[in-house]
């Protein structure tokens, strides 16, 4: 295999690629609208910082899943065929400091708070990757958490944290938007979380891992999952109906079409599902409703 495509698949581009657009698409489409300024940057140290640290977390999670993912993803696994294990820590290392000196440069050393919360992204992929994807639920909230992070580290880089709650109208309406993607990342990635641990529970049973799935068996997780996606789902039609009154009629429309109808059909096809590959199916399409909910922050440059 060669280096360069091995490298690439190692870091999960297409998964970077989707940080990139969900932090510029917030950037542009929320903050700038509603402050009148940018600062780009600032906003590219942002994202490099969080591309690496996501890069590295990755890498980290490959050299530790080595054998697990021999039976769970065969065809995918590029350590020890294209690209050496020592190599891989090297590389973690690289990206994981130079994401935390992004970080640093993108506060301007002022912002400690967000340096350290990067350092903290960075021990809990660590760990994560030794120690808590093993155990029941934590390694899922552990992802989900850093994926909302994705978004709300901007909210907390461009309001000061003394201000973040107070009663201006613009950081208000800024605070809002901010958790309510955030949010809308947390719940969408537990739920694709816990289909992935469907999905690998031969090769993660094989190794003492404790999803649950192997805890409480499919069925309990598929009721975790519904759970989940009624929830959500919920949420983004009382949303919807919320937002009819400002005449986001096209925001609605997209919201309906490309967001709640796969979370309802993930929801439907949750209970027949069975196999890998099934699950794999599944996973996807949580994935797709996460872009999509990521591509509704258009219609904030639309309309504010």
């Known amino acids: 295999m060669r280096l360069v495509p ?5 870091i999960r581009w297409p998964n970077l690629l989707f940080i990139i657009l969900t932090q510029v698409l917030f950037y542009v489409s929320v903050y700038v609208p509603l402050f009148q300024t940018a600062d780009w940057v600032q906003l590219a140290l942002l994202v490099v910082a969080s591309v690496f640290i996501a890069a590295a977390g990755y890498i980290i999670n490959d050299y530790f ?4 993912d021999r039976i769970n993803k065969p065809d995918k696994n590029v350590l020890n065929t294209g690209i050496n294990r020592r190599w891989a820590i090297f590389w973690h290392l690289f990206l994981s400091v130079a994401g935390v000196f992004c970080t ?13 919360a990067n350092v903290a992204c960075v021990l809990l992929l660590w760990f994560y990757s030794t120690t808590l994807k093993r155990k029941l639920l934590v390694g899922n909230i ?17 309001v000061p944290f003394s ?12 605070f ?3 958790f309510l993607y955030g949010g809308f990342a947390f719940i969408i990635s537990l739920i694709r979380e816990a289909v992935k641990d469907m999905e690998d529970m031969v090769g993660d049973e094989r190794y003492g891992c404790r999803t649950l799935p192997i805890v409480a068996g499919t069925r309990a997780t598929k009721v975790y999952v519904a759970v989940w996606s009624v929830v959500l789902i919920a949420a983004l039609i009382v949303l919807q109906l919320y937002i009819l009154q400002f005449g986001w009629y096209a925001a609605v429309a997209f919201c309906v079409v490309l967001v709640i109808y796969p979370l309802f059909k993930l929801f439907r096809q949750l ?3 069975h196999s ?25 440059r639309i309309y504010f």
Do not use: C, P
């Open 163 to 174: 201000a973040a709650f107070n009663s201006d109208e613009t950081i208000s309406k800024f």
């Open 271 to 273: 209970f027949t599902a």
């Open 65 to 68: 899943d080595l054998n697990i």
């Open 142 to 158: 552990v992802i989900s958490v850093l994926t909302a992070w994705t978004v709300l580290i901007l909210f907390f880089l461009k």
């Open 276 to 300: 890998a590959a099934e699950y794999h199916q599944l996973s996807n399409l949580a994935k797709w409703v996460m872009f999509t909910g990521i591509l509704t922050m258009i219609f904030f």
């Open 6 to 10: 091995a490298f690439l698949r190692l």
């Open 104 to 116: 640093m440069l993108a506060t301007r050393f002022d912002k400690w708070y967000l340096v350290l």
């Open 176 to 178: 809002r938007v901010s």
